[in-house]
């Protein structure tokens, strides 16, 4: 899977705050509000607006002749670089700090700071290939709270092993339910960072490979859970599915960063092997001959995607899934970031012969080989 775009708006919203809290820039406005959104439509004939908040809710902005409209580069500080542009200039995809006098629905502007999506879409591409040269991701192994570092096992094909991770002084970050979006990601600290979280790091790393200085931690939680798929919703791009394990209903959301794919009989049959060859259920003895010792060595996650993308079309009722998402309140809903089809041919390959046990341990219904890594993989 690509590596997850990590974005900061998060950071571009404290400046945006940060130009407007400058008494020197606003000291006449500083008894109005503040409203931060991005644009959905506007209508330059009448100089109005719709923005939708990170919460959600949507304004309508009004602009008239003594409405001050700006344009800053992303990333800017000060209004140092900033140029007046008309309303008409605005666009579907802009981010707009408007200052004003706000109503119920209604957002008469003084001032508008505007981002472009332009802007912010080179920012976002500068901050990815920063993330790629100098990020590191994993799996946490060890927390020490007296030093404020992590040990990692890393999670990349060009790398493995574990890392030491110093993060005195690193902005941390962890993801919510919904979304693997960084500007999602909330405000978060060393305390909230356990063993099996998943974290990705930016930073630097000794000349030796084992120390890195973290600038900046996002972690989180995530699970992956088998289900048998019961109903398709196209409209709404949701599946309806139960549990392997409990046969509770659960309700799968699929968005565009949910990644969809499936395993043809070849890959199946490897993985069951790469399964067979991991684990052994209690009091029975290791797999041996062909079953314990073909494929071994691959690793199920890279094969997986390295397979071709599906659609929630491609998926019908009667599917085995396995889907990986992060871990929410609640456990009947659920956003599918990775999601992977014909898990049944997996498991038909690991199934035991009549009067034999099961060899192979199951958690969710799963194998542990479809215990998943999210987390953006260098």
């Known amino acids: 899977m690509k590596s997850v775009v990590v974005r900061s708006l998060s950071l571009i919203i404290v400046l945006l705050l940060s130009l407007f809290s400058n008494t020197t820039l606003c000291a006449a406005q500083s008894k109005a509000d503040s409203i931060i959104g991005d644009v959905v439509e506007i209508n330059a004939a009448n100089s109005t607006a719709k923005i939708k908040t990170e919460a959600g809710a949507l304004f309508t902005i009004k602009s008239d002749d003594n409405t001050a409209c700006l344009r800053i580069p992303a990333g800017e500080k000060t209004l140092t670089k ?5 309303f008409a200039d605005m666009a579907v995809g802009d981010r707009l700090l408007v200052h004003g006098t706000k109503g119920d629905s209604q957002f008469l502007a003084q001032r508008i700071i505007v981002l472009t999506k332009n802007d912010i879409e080179k920012k976002r591409e500068r901050e990815l290939e920063d993330w790629q040269r100098r990020g590191i991701g994993g799996i946490i192994r060890e927390v020490n709270p007296q030093t404020a570092e992590v040990t990692l096992e890393l999670r990349s094909a060009a790398v493995g092993g574990r890392v030491m991770v110093a993060t005195s002084g690193a902005d941390f970050r962890r993801y919510e339910s919904e ?25 630097d790393k000794s000349a030796d490979g084992h120390f890195f200085k973290a600038e900046k931690i996002v972690s989180g939680v995530f699970k992956t859970i088998g289900v048998a798929v019961t109903e398709i919703d196209l409209q709404k791009n949701e599946i309806k599915a ?36 991991n684990k052994t259920a209690p009091g029975s003895s290791t797999q041996k001959g062909p079953a ?12 997986i995607e390295s397979l071709p993308k599906i659609a929630v079309a491609d998926l019908k009722a009667g599917d085995v899934l396995a889907v990986t998402s992060a871990v929410g309140k609640d456990d009947t809903r659920m956003t599918a970031i990775k999601l992977v089809a014909g898990v ?14 099961q060899v ?4 969710a219904g799963l194998p542990s080989v479809f215990d998943f890594s999210v987390i953006p993989i260098n």
């Open 179 to 203: 979304s693997l979006r960084f500007e999602d990601a909330r405000p978060s600290g060393f305390g909230e960072l356990k063993v099996g979280d998943q974290l990705r790091a930016l930073g």
């Open 344 to 357: 049944d041919l997996v498991l038909k390959a690991l199934a035991p012969q009549p009067g034999k046990p």
């Open 82 to 86: 900033a140029v007046p542009i008309k």
């Open 242 to 277: 139960t549990t392997l394990d409990q046969k509770k209903p659960v309700v799968i959301s699929i968005t565009n960063d949910s990644t969809l794919r499936r395993i043809p009989p070849p890959v199946a049959q490897a993985i069951a092997q790469k399964a067979l060859a």
């Open 292 to 303: 314990a010792s073909t494929d071994q060595n691959i690793d199920v996650q890279q094969v």
């Open 360 to 363: 192979v341990r199951l958690s």
